[in-house]
T-cell receptor
Framework: DAKTTQPTSMDCAEGRAANLPCNHS???????VYWYRQIHSQGPQYIIH???NNETNEMASLIITEDRKSSTLILPHATLRDTAVYYC?????????????FGKGTKLSVKP | EPEVTQTPSHQVTQMGQEVILRCVPI?????FYWYRQILGQKVEFLVS????????KSEIFDDQFSVERPDGSNFTLKIRSTKLEDSAMYFC?????????????FGPGTRLLVL
């Protein structure tokens, strides 16, 4: 699975959009980009995933560049409860279920 | 909304003792996983399980570890003889039918402390 690179930490003002970047320049054509977050020591929480097209759900939007070498997770109106470590993971199921390889992620701090 | 549950939430044990961590995956899921996170470190994959056998395991998952699906609902991780370095959060996850776009959903974890 492709390696991903994320900033170590970011701050965001409450109510503003949080834009979390991820680089995955070696991603292959059949690898999905997944985003999870971990609030304190809780279990990782699934946010969103995509392959080529931009995706949106009730939690966030995922913007994937045309060349698929990077992506951005957007939390449109960040709240204090969005303070967490956010993980960008490239995953290729390749016929099996695939295991998630977590990096260090981005620690997002939402400030009042 | 269906969710993965884990018991116990906390477990304290003496070095050398056996522990069994329990998980109830989401009911219609077919793939099951264990991950662990040592305090302050990354979440690490341990093992995946499908069709009553191990699909994949990491180098962490040595002979001290075993997994089992004893009935139609539970998925367990057994550590045969615990070591101090086994102290960690252990997360169970499950996913649906496999293949592309099968999202893994995680439980809240069991915090294991080996003394």
């Amino acid at each position: 699975d492709a390696k991903t690179t994320q900033p170590t930490s970011m701050d965001c003002a409450e109510g503003r959009a949080a834009n979390l970047p991820c680089n995955h320049s070696t991603i292959s054509g059949n690898e999905y980009v997944y985003w999870y977050r971990q609030i304190h020591s809780q279990g990782p929480q699934y946010i969103i995933h995509g392959l080529k097209n931009n995706e949106t759900n009730e939690m966030a939007s995922l913007i994937i560049t045309e060349d698929r070498k990077s992506s951005t997770l957007i939390l449109p109106h960040a709240t204090l409860r969005d303070t967490a470590v956010y993980y960008c993971i490239a995953l290729n199921y390749g016929g099996s279920q695939g295991n998630l390889i977590f990096g260090k992620g981005t620690k997002l701090s939402v400030k009042p | 909304e269906p969710e993965v549950t884990q018991t116990p939430s906390h477990q304290v044990t003496q070095m050398g003792q056996e522990v069994i961590l329990r998980c109830v995956p989401i009911s219609n899921h077919l793939y099951f996983y264990w991950y662990r996170q040592i305090l302050g470190q990354k979440v690490e994959f341990l093992v995946s399980f499908y069709n009553n056998e191990i699909s994949e395991k990491s180098e962490i998952f040595d002979d001290q570890f075993s997994v089992e699906r004893p009935d139609g609902s539970n998925f367990t991780l057994k550590i045969r003889s615990t070591k101090l370095e086994d102290s960690a959060m252990y997360f169970c996850a499950s996913s649906g039918g496999g293949g592309a776009q099968e999202t893994q959903y995680f439980g809240p974890g069991t915090r294991l402390l080996v003394l």
